[in-house]
């Protein structure tokens, strides 16, 4: 089993940036694919991005290219989200999420293994 535990979260003003940490325990994640997936108040859950086991290829969803970036290091068990130029769309629960597909850098929630509980970001205006 793999457990993860996101941190990083808070309130923030537009424009204004946060790093959100998930740091995994149980078993290694540096075989997984892991990834980010937000949730807005009366909303599915979605994906914001993607990194592959190595951090050799990673994926964004649209609504973040440019202001997002991934990031890994298999030597602490632990993925980053570094978020820049917050709008106030960006308000949700951020969760990660491990795949055991290794090369995966897939958008679909129901390729991931295993979850986090979430952290709440909130982006005023």
């Known amino acids: 089993q793999v457990q993860l535990v996101e941190s990083g979260g808070g309130l923030v003003q537009a424009g204004g940036s946060l790093r959100l940490s998930c740091a995994a325990s149980g078993r290694t994640v540096g075989n997984y694919a892991m990834a980010w997936f937000r949730q807005a108040p009366g909303k599915e859950r979605d994906f914001v991005a993607a990194?592959?086991?190595?951090?050799?290829?990673?994926n964004y969803a649209d609504s973040v290219k440019g202001r997002f970036t991934i990031s890994r290091d298999n030597a602490k068990n632990t993925v980053y989200l570094q978020m820049n130029s917050l709008k106030p769309e960006d308000t949700a629960v951020y969760y990660c999420?491990?795949?055991?597909?290794?090369?995966?850098?897939?958008?679909?929630?129901?390729?991931?293994?295993?979850w986090g509980q979430g952290t709440q970001v909130t982006v005023s205006s």
């Open positions: 999420a491990a795949d055991q597909i290794y090369s995966s850098v897939t958008y679909r929630v129901s390729e991931y293994d295993y």
């Open positions: 990194i592959n086991w190595n951090g050799g290829y990673t």
